[in-house]
């Protein structure tokens, strides 16, 4: 009974982390590309506001319940939820090195009207970054659904 439920929320914590993050690149990265930068800086810092701590703790849940998977049900599930697990692991490094650095300095600007000197516009920088977290979330619940399928 605990290994189903394990199931079920590796599939839910991959499935919430790639539908969100699918969700972001799909609508919410146009919408702050096409504002000017005062104005993206201020919708950046209102989207992000609600963020943390619920994906850091869903992706790196996720992450432990894959791993606690790892050695239960038949070898072709084991490996399966190996890969899934190293995968949302990619998707916390991505987060946590990359797109959070670019998060604290637009929060950093305190008027978006009068940008410090030095500014350059994150937003090409960060939506690389989150494409390829958003590629390995993905990826991370094909995984698990296929060993969910298999276990």
């Not at 079920?8 to 919430?16: F, P, R």
């Not at 969700?23 to 146009?30: C, E, F, I, K, N």
């Not at 998707?91 to 009207?113: F, T």
């Not at 991370?140 to 298999?150: E, P």
Request: charged residues 10%.
């Amino acid at each position: 009974m605990a290994v189903e439920v394990l199931r079920v929320l590796a599939t839910l914590g991959s499935g919430i982390t790639a539908g969100v993050l699918f969700a972001v690149a799909l609508s919410v990265l146009p919408a702050l590309f096409a504002m000017p930068t005062g104005t993206y800086i201020y919708a950046h810092k209102l989207l992000g506001r609600h963020w943390d701590p619920v994906m850091p703790a869903t992706v790196l849940g996720t992450t432990v319940v894959d791993a606690a998977l790892c050695p239960t049900g038949p070898s072709s599930a084991r490996g399966l939820y190996v890969a899934a697990a190293v995968l949302m692991l990619g998707v916390s490094a991505v987060s946590h090195l990359c797109n959070v650095p670019i998060n604290r300095r637009v929060k950093a600007v305190q008027d978006p009207k009068v940008l410090p000197d030095g500014w350059t516009d994150p937003r090409p920088t960060w939506r690389r970054w989150h494409l390829l977290r958003t590629a390995l979330a993905v990826a991370g619940l094909a995984l698990n659904g296929l060993a969910a399928t298999l276990h």
